[in-house]
């Protein structure tokens, strides 16, 4: 069983930066896969990016490439969503998600855990 608790949303405006964090509950993070997702208001959650094992690959969705980047650390139990130059469409519930297997996946249906989530608003 895993438990993932997400924290640093917020407002921010429009060309600024957040970094959420995920923190995981135990002792299998370092072999599991984790992701990114997102849910705005009246839409389907969607893929952000996702990261490896290891942490040496990474995978992001078209919309948030070159601005976002996940990283992790195993010996924390915690993986990161470093966002930049953010715009007013990246507002969203964020969602931190872990596999069960080692490799990354940009498959909602793919991921076992899920955290409550944390809202992110970039306004204009």
């Known amino acids: 069983q895993v438990q993932l608790v997400e924290s640093g949303g917020g407002l921010v405006q429009a060309g600024g930066s957040l970094r959420l964090s995920c923190a995981a509950s135990?002792?299998?993070?370092?072999?599991?896969?984790m992701g990114w997702f997102r849910q705005a208001p009246g839409k389907e959650r969607e893929f952000v990016g996702s990261?490896?094992?290891?942490?040496?690959?990474?995978y992001y969705a078209d919309s948030v490439k070159d601005r976002f980047t996940i990283s992790r650390d195993n010996a924390k139990n915690t993986v990161d969503l470093q966002m930049n130059s953010l715009k007013p469409e990246d507002t969203a519930v964020y969602y931190c998600?872990?596999?069960?297997?080692?490799?990354?996946?940009?498959?909602?249906?793919?991921?076992?855990?899920w955290g409550q989530g944390t809202q992110v608003t970039v306004s204009s």
């Open positions: 998600a872990a596999r069960e297997s080692s490799w990354r996946s940009r498959l909602d249906t793919d991921y076992a855990y």
């Open positions: 990261i490896s094992w290891s942490g040496a690959t990474t």
């Open positions: 135990g002792r299998t993070f370092s072999s599991r896969a």
